[in-house]
């Protein structure tokens, strides 16, 4: 692992990124990035085109009193980034990690994700923004952007950090769930929790086949491991097990279809993310 890329954005789940990114920095021993990036609207001192709504006439003070706002405004953008910065970078620090990296950007957060992502093992976001607090049900805006355009896994993160020591790996054999498989390989961070491979349905024996061969990849990496076969609806037998039975983490695949197929019916990814109140580690397949 290279570095992580923490997304923050000055909400509640900002402190959890923070938490979750200094405790995989710990157990890996790598750099964070703190990434906040500011949108168009927060840097823009263009004066906005009024004219309409103010009437025929409008003395030009007026328009210049707006355009100064909008100026005020790009200031402010810029202070309250870096504020965000610096508290995010104290958090980390106090957390014991020694290399920590602020970055503020202009523009798009998914062009930017892609821009910094080259070098980096891992990105987490927080699974609600800035208005967290103001619907509970409504998922961030730029978090399925970001999970859908990614080539790292995303970590998505709940309200608050705990310590994870039992882990639920969602497993139905394809490229996605291998590709999961190989990175918690890697990651020496999670090596000392419990994990359980699932595999939700009824499964010919070329699926177990391939389960058991990843609960022995696991195992080789000296993780404690145990398998199962439950059936059942994904997100409904999935969120069900992670409440009953305590994990702290869930790891799964990420949107294996295309977008218009998941407009059509749904996506267990989105689901997932909406009812468990824990961690997810999110893999795409290519």
Not at 27 to 46: F, K, N, P
Not at 145 to 163: D, H
């Amino acid at each position: 692992m290279e570095k992580i890329i923490a997304l923050v954005d000055g909400s509640i789940y900002s402190q959890s990124v923070c938490d979750h990114a200094a405790w995989l920095a710990l157990g890996t021993d790598v750099a964070v990035e703190i990434v906040h990036v500011l949108g168009r609207r927060d840097v823009s001192s263009q004066p906005a085109n009024l004219s309409g709504s103010i009437g025929l006439g409008a003395r030009t003070a007026l328009l210049e009193e707006l355009a100064e706002l909008d100026a005020q405004k790009a200031v402010l953008g810029q202070k309250r980034g870096r504020a965000i910065l610096d508290d995010a970078r104290a958090r980390i620090s106090g957390a014991g990690v020694a290399s920590i990296f602020p970055r503020l950007r202009n523009g798009e957060i998914v062009e930017t994700v892609q821009e910094l992502e080259n070098d980096a093992d891992l990105i987490i976001i927080g699974k609600r923004g800035e208005a967290a607090d103001f619907d509970k049900l409504h998922l961030g805006s730029n978090l399925e952007r970001v999970v859908r355009s990614s080539r790292r896994p995303v970590l998505v993160v709940s309200r608050a950090f705990s310590p994870i020591t039992k882990c639920l790996i969602a497993f139905d054999g394809g490229p996605s769930a291998r590709k999961a498989i190989e990175h918690l390989a890697h990651t020496r961070a999670l090596v000392d929790i419990d994990c359980q491979l699932l595999t939700v349905g009824v499964e010919p024996a070329g699926s177990m086949k391939q389960l058991e061969e990843a609960a022995a990849r696991l195992r080789d990496a000296n993780y404690q491991v145990e398998t199962q076969v439950q059936a059942g609806q994904a997100d409904v037998v999935i969120a069900k097990k992670v409440e009953s039975e305590g994990f702290g983490l869930l790891v799964m695949g990420a949107y294996g279809h295309s977008r218009i197929r998941h407009l059509i019916i749904g996506s267990t990814t989105t689901e997932m993310i909406r009812l468990c109140k824990i961690p997810i580690l999110l893999f795409r397949g290519a």
